[in-house]
C-alpha cells in the first residue's frame, strides 16, 4: 500500500465560487500532493464581485469538527483563513495548544478585495492575543500587517512585522500587492529582522483568493519538511504561476488556477 500523503487540516470559511476561503484551500493544497482536510467556520454568499453575507459557526461546532478528524488523522500542518468571530478564534486557539508541534499558517483576513468587512474589533483582537502566539507563518497582506500592529494606515511594514513577530508569530510573510511599485514585493521576517526579499512582475489583473493561495501552499510546504524561507519562496513561485495562469468564469475579479500545470 502506498504511504498517504501529508494531511493539513485547514479552519475557513465557505466560498461558493471556489476562488477563496475553504475551497481555495483544498484546490491548492491538493494540486501540491497534500490531503487537505476541512473544519468550516461560517457560511459565506459572494460572488467573484465581493461578499454578500456571512454566517459564522458556533464555536461548538467548529470544536467538533476538529476533534472528530484529529482524533482519526494526523496533521502535518495547520491553515487558518476566515474565521467569523472573536469566539471562534478562541475555540481554534485552543485546539493549536493541543497540538503544539504541528506548524500553524495563519492567513489573517480582514475584509474582501472590494472591501468587505470579514473580522470585527473583537475578532482582531483575538488574533493577536490568541492565534498570534501560535503562530508560525503570517502572510498579511500590507492593510492586514498594519491593522494587526495597530499601526498608522502609512505605517513602515518592517516595523508592522516586527511588531506581530512580537505578539509570538515565529514568521510573518508580509506581501506587497496592495504598495505601489511596478513589482509586487513579499518580504519574511524573523523575530530579529527581515530574512528574505522575493520580487514579482506584477499582473494587470485583480484576483480573487489569491491570499488563501499563498497561505495554503506555505501550508502545504511546510507539511512536505521544507523549512519556512524555502516554503515561503516555494509558495511564492506557485501563487504567480497560478495568478498568471488565473481565468474570469464570473463578472468581478479572475480567479487563480491552482492547477495550471496540466492546463
Not at 7 to 36: E, I, K, R, W
Not at 81 to 95: F, T
Not at 170 to 197: D, F, I, M, S
Amino acid at each position: 500500500m502506498s504511504s498517504s500523503p501529508p494531511a493539513v487540516l485547514c479552519f475557513a470559511a465557505s466560498d461558493p465560487t471556489g476562488g477563496a476561503g475553504l475551497q481555495a484551500d483544498l484546490l491548492t493544497l491538493a494540486s501540491l500532493g497534500c490531503h487537505p482536510l476541512s473544519v468550516v467556520t461560517a457560511v459565506t454568499a459572494q460572488d467573484t464581485r465581493g461578499v454578500e453575507g456571512l454566517l459564522a459557526l458556533e464555536p461548538a461546532w467548529i470544536a467538533r469538527q476538529a476533534r472528530v478528524v484529529l482524533a482519526d488523522i494526523a496533521v502535518a500542518a495547520f491553515k487558518i483563513g476566515v474565521l467569523g468571530s472573536a469566539r471562534n478564534a478562541e475555540a481554534v486557539a485552543e485546539l493549536l495548544g493541543a497540538h503544539p508541534g504541528v506548524p500553524v499558517v495563519l492567513d489573517p483576513v480582514l475584509a474582501s478585495g472590494r472591501g468587505d468587512v470579514l473580522a470585527d474589533a473583537d475578532t482582531l483582537q483575538a488574533l493577536r492575543k490568541r492565534l498570534l502566539p501560535r503562530t508560525t507563518v503570517a502572510t498579511p497582506n500590507g492593510p492586514e500587517a498594519r491593522r494587526l500592529a495597530l499601526a498608522s494606515p502609512d505605517a513602515p511594514l518592517a516595523d508592522c512585522a516586527l511588531a506581530i513577530a512580537g505578539l509570538g508569530c515565529k514568521y510573518v510573510l508580509v506581501t506587497g500587492a496592495h504598495e505601489p511599485g511596478a513589482q509586487v514585493t513579499n518580504t519574511l521576517y524573523g523575530a530579529g529582522g527581515k530574512l528574505r526579499e522575493d520580487a514579482w512582475p506584477r499582473l494587470p489583473r485583480e484576483y480573487h483568493g489569491s491570499g488563501c493561495t499563498l497561505a495554503s501552499a506555505v501550508a502545504g510546504n511546510l507539511a512536505k519538511g521544507m523549512d519556512v524561507p524555502a516554503a515561503a519562496r516555494a509558495a511564492q513561485e506557485y501563487t504567480w504561476q497560478s495568478l498568471e495562469a488565473g481565468f474570469a468564469p464570473g463578472g468581478g475579479q479572475h480567479l487563480p488556477n491552482r492547477f495550471f500545470a496540466g492546463r
